[in-house]
């Protein structure tokens, strides 16, 4: 321990260690009336002389267990960095954050496994104060990297189940104070939380952000972006990836998407019904892959509004409209394209297109046999006929 404490205060480190500073560290459990473990009191060292921190630990023997009664506060900063091993921080409060992290650019934390059984976030990201060089409230071009995340439930390894409720987030983005933009923020895991990954606007923005999480399980919802309220501008452009497994926790939701022109990669398991994805009214131009989605989708905007893929389409299970009336214009409901192909001609003397937008273009033709017509979601197809001709829909990737 010696040795290494000496190569880490040489390459401009603050060190905390577990028994620190008996064992050598700068700070510690030992710490003189630390509330943090001595992290807090390492990350001002660390702030007020220009260094860069380090934690240090391996999960395992209870030995790396730091134990914090209060939130543990990341300043506003620029270039800094929090680095660490695989260590346990395990948060013992009632109430708030586990770690709160303020404004910062051009910075890179690194957290082993943190806990949390009070009832705000994991890991809050939340600028509120400018930071000390540009002089701005904002969260950006920032890397943060996290073993599990562990919210306020409690998992019974004996029983196999889920044996207190949920609560908590594990990734919360706050940006109503100052915008949270051009980041990557990276999981293992994150579970046991009411919101395994939320996404919070007033003022600011979520904007431009790649959030991966490997694991997110044991949620009550596995990601929120925004509300039904939210600007659809104020959640954009974020790259989403994301495992999502309910287990056996109750009336579980994978992801509810708001927000324009977001790009998400889902997969989800375990749901209640219709609730692996749910789009809210107002949220546009999102592309979701939706990798596995059981228990089915729910999309509270009109068809078009976003693009829902999947890797298996339905094809000629998707369901059939019926075209009951001369003129009138059938939309595709679907979320994915549909082809749309003539098995009997009727005497059908012209036919119209729409697209999404409710822009109609109409042909004075009569359609064919074999005759096929593409739909993509929100567009729509009718025929002007004293006999309707016959259809049969078929969904594409």
């Known amino acids: 321990m010696t040795e290494a404490v000496g190569d880490g205060r040489r390459l401009g480190y603050v060190l905390v260690t577990p028994s620190g ?62 680095d660490g091993g695989q260590y346990v921080l395990s948060y013992e ?8 992290i303020d404004s910062c650019m051009d910075c890179s934390y690194r957290f082993g496994l943190i806990t949390s059984h009070a009832d705000g976030a994991v890991v809050r990201f939340a600028p509120r104060t400018p930071v000390p060089i540009d002089g701005m409230t904002v969260l950006t071009d920032s890397v943060f990297d996290f073993s599990s995340l562990v919210g306020g439930g409690r998992f019974d390894l004996q029983l196999k189940r889920v044996v207190q409720a949920p609560h908590g987030a ?81 009336e579980a939701v994978g992801a509810i998407v708001a927000g324009r022109a977001n790009l998400l990669t889902l997969d989800s398991a375990r749901m209640i019904s219709g609730r692996d994805l749910v789009v ?21 905007c009109p068809p078009g509004s976003n693009r829902i893929l999947a890797p298996a389409p ?3 299970a998707v369901a059939t409209p019926a075209l009951s009336a001369s003129g009138a214009v059938v939309t595709n409901e679907h979320h994915v394209p549909v ?47 004293t006999t309707p001709p016959q259809w049969r829909w078929r969904a594409l990737p």
């Open 21 to 82: 500073p008996a064992d050598g560290g700068d700070f510690g459990p030992q710490t003189p009336q630390t509330l943090t473990a001595g992290i807090q009191e390492a990350i001002d060292a660390a702030c007020a002389s220009d260094r860069n921190v380090f934690v240090a630990g391996v999960q395992g023997g209870g030995r790396f267990v730091y134990r914090t009664q209060e939130t543990i506060r990341i300043p506003p900063r620029q270039g800094f960095r929090i």
């Open 280 to 300: 809210t009214a107002g949220a546009r131009d999102n592309v979701i892959h939706a990798l596995s989605a059981p228990s089915g989708v729910t999309s509270l």
């Open 93 to 100: 409060g009632t109430s708030g954050d586990a770690v709160c």
């Open 339 to 385: 082809e749309v192909l003539i098995l009997e001609a009727g005497d059908a003397s012209a036919w119209s297109l729409s697209d999404s937008a409710g822009t109609t273009q109409r042909i004075q033709a009569a359609p064919r046999v074999g005759e096929r017509f593409l739909l993509e979601p929100g567009a729509g197809l009718g025929f002007e006929f």
């Open 170 to 250: 594990g990734i919360l983005l706050d940006a109503t104070r100052g915008s949270i933009v051009y980041n990557r923020i990276f999981a293992v895991a994150v579970l046991l939380c009411e919101t395994g990954v939320a996404l919070e606007t007033a003022s600011g923005s979520v904007a431009h952000n790649h959030i991966h999480v490997l694991h997110n399980h044991q949620n009550v919802v596995g990601l929120r972006m925004g509300t039904a309220e939210t600007r659809p501008d104020a959640v954009a452009f974020n790259r989403i990836d994301l495992s999502l497994n309910a287990e056996d926790v109750p």
């Open 314 to 316: 339905a094809g000629f």
